[in-house]
């Protein structure tokens, strides 16, 4: 690996997903960094086909490379894959934890991330970005998110494979 | 007709359907339906555009696509060149078309290039949740006493019009038997459980078309005049 491309993926790995204050990199959203000469290709995989914020973050992605690689020539493309919440890395985990979202991990619980009771109940299968689902927990009253993709959202949406 | 001009069949099919539905963002009374109408017209609007891609339109070839052509040359269900006014009529809609949107879109993930494969399990994955919701609501209205004969007398109305859905040649013709005969299978349940008949679907898929007394020219507009700005002197507050 090139010491550019080197500076090109550090750069790429701080940009932070437009929504929610985690990186892309942690979120699973980022697929694959290459340079070679002056070409530079960041492969992402969008959480929700849907998702608004596609265009603001290939923006904030080209305007990475960028910085670390003024010269280079950016292609961003979009991978149609199925993106899924064990594709959130551990870091990515403890952020999501600690800014109100249920653990986003295949297998993992539904359990309130702010007082960490397992007595909470789904609020539909549609939240407030078409990533999310929201929950309510019946101990400390808090309400929260899953993100579509962890099983915390399929116990939600009762079954369904989205 | 290529299968390639299919996709964008079905990508008129997907974006009729997520601007139609969209009015109900606004109109109905609860805001978890709200929420819920809004991501599935969301990612109706996003399924189209998808398959469009995959058609080989690029961003500007979309948007001609959507805005610029006659409306002779569209060929969507005639399940979607007419509004359909009330609640009961969108939740059957929306039930046939995500089904519709499911089993195509598997079909589509035993496609020859691999990124379609992917895309079609992608989107199957996002219209089961759209039936899923769907569903529930066919329950809802089928099963109460209070709206289940204006369920029966709208599913009456709604399900003739559906009979075309896989009357594209998104396939060949054996393919879209098959299709047509694998999506009836998969609502026969829900709908035959809260008395609706299947007769009016058929047994196979009936040829896109004959849509001259349909209100598609009206509904195009419609969609045209959020581009360059209606004068009602109210969009022209969010521009």
Redesign the interface.
Known sequence: MSVLEDRVRAAVATVEDPEVPITLQDLGVVRDVWVAGREARVVLRPTRLACPARSEMARRVREAVLSAAPDVHVEVDWEIATWRGSDVSDRGTQVLLQIGYADPGVGASTACPFCGSGDVRSEGAFGGSVCKVPFSCRSCGSTYDALKGSTAAEVAVGGARG | MSRLDGLLRVAEDRFLHGHLLGRWITDYVDL?ES??V???S??E???AA?LMEFAGLDDEGRDAFIFERPVEDWQPSALLAHRLHDWPAAVLRGYLLASVGEVGSVLLSHARRQ?LQ??G???A?????H???WERWVRMLGQDERTADEFRARAAEVLPLARDVFGAPAFDEASGEAAHAAWVDAVSGPLTAVGIPLDALGRTPAPRGGLDDSELAGILGDIRSQRVGAGDGVRGLYR
Do not use: D, K, P
């Open positions: 978890e929420l819920a809004g991501s599935i969301q990612e609007l996003a399924h998808t990124e992917s895309a399990q992608v989107i994955a996002e219209q089961r949740l039936v899923t919701h």
